[in-house]
T-cell receptor, first 116, second 116 residues
Framework: AQSVTQPDIHITVSEGASLELRCNYS??????LFWYVQSPGQGLQLLLK??????LVQGIKGFEAEFKRSQSSFNLRKPSVHWSDAAEYFC??????????????FGTGTRLTIIP | KAGVTQTPRYLIKTRGQQVTLSCSPI?????VSWYQQTPGQGLQFLFE???????NKGNFPGRFSGRQFSNSRSEMNVSTLELGDSALYLC???????????????FGQGTRLTVV
């Protein structure tokens, strides 16, 4: 079974500083990988996804992530954060199954706080 | 186009009662997945429906059930409610690819269920 680890429960960064949120996954083959963002009381919004091909993927709101197979990682980065980026971020993995497959396994999330 | 619509947004029920939550997917999407989000357990997959058939199921007791209608709308039912069922229930819709594939999931804002 697949699993996702987000080692950082809470991260605080200054506005304008760079950001990296860590994500490690466990899966026997190349998974589908996702980053979602959730604002308080809201649903999840997809930031970016990796299915195959180029290991550096660009997403919305200036985010990018890099798939590193050797490290089983899919870290999320942003060169300069804005106060509006304060939210909870979830990494998720989707397995490649023999049957229908829309199941996502989520990490526990990283809460991002932005200070002026 | 309209996003994923979940109704109601908030619900308060008493222990032992049952509840039905509704999810209307994005037009043209045939897959609907349900997730439970709690502070203690995080985001956990409940089940997925595709073309009116349950295609995937998580590790939840039989009190949790669902169905999907011919127009792809889905309902989730929880019987004999327990205090621990208090959670944010999220619905995700996706195109739903062929076996083994994965398509992008779009989430609704969720239904906040409180069991007292």
């Amino acid at each position: 079974a697949q699993s996702v680890t987000q080692p950082d429960i809470h991260i605080t960064v200054s506005e304008g500083a760079s950001l990296e949120l860590r994500c490690n996954y466990s899966y026997g083959a190349t998974p589908y990988l996702f980053w979602y963002v959730q604002s308080p009381g809201q649903g999840l919004q997809l930031l970016l996804k990796y299915f195959s091909g180029d290991t550096l993927v660009q997403g919305i709101k200036g985010f990018e992530a890099e798939f590193k197979r050797s490290q089983s990682s899919f870290n999320l980065r942003k060169p300069s954060v804005h106060w509006s980026d304060a939210a909870e971020y979830f990494c998720a993995v989707g397995a490649r199954l023999d049957f229908g497959n829309e199941k996502l396994t989520f990490g526990t999330g990283t809460r991002l706080t932005i200070i002026p | 186009k309209a996003g994923v619509t979940q109704t109601p947004r908030y619900l308060i029920k008493t222990r032992g009662q049952q509840v039905t939550l509704s999810c209307s997917p994005i037009s043209g999407h045939r897959s609907v997945s349900w997730y439970q989000q709690t502070p203690g357990q995080g985001l956990q997959f409940l089940f997925e429906y595709f073309s009116e058939t349950q295609r995937n199921k998580g590790n939840f007791p039989g009190r949790f059930s669902g169905r999907q209608f011919s127009n792809s709308r889905s309902e989730m039912n929880v019987s004999t409610l327990e205090l621990g069922d208090s959670a944010l229930y999220l619905c995700a819709s996706s195109l739903g690819g062929p076996s083994g594939s994965h398509t992008e999931a779009f989430f609704g804002q969720g239904t906040r269920l409180t069991v007292v």
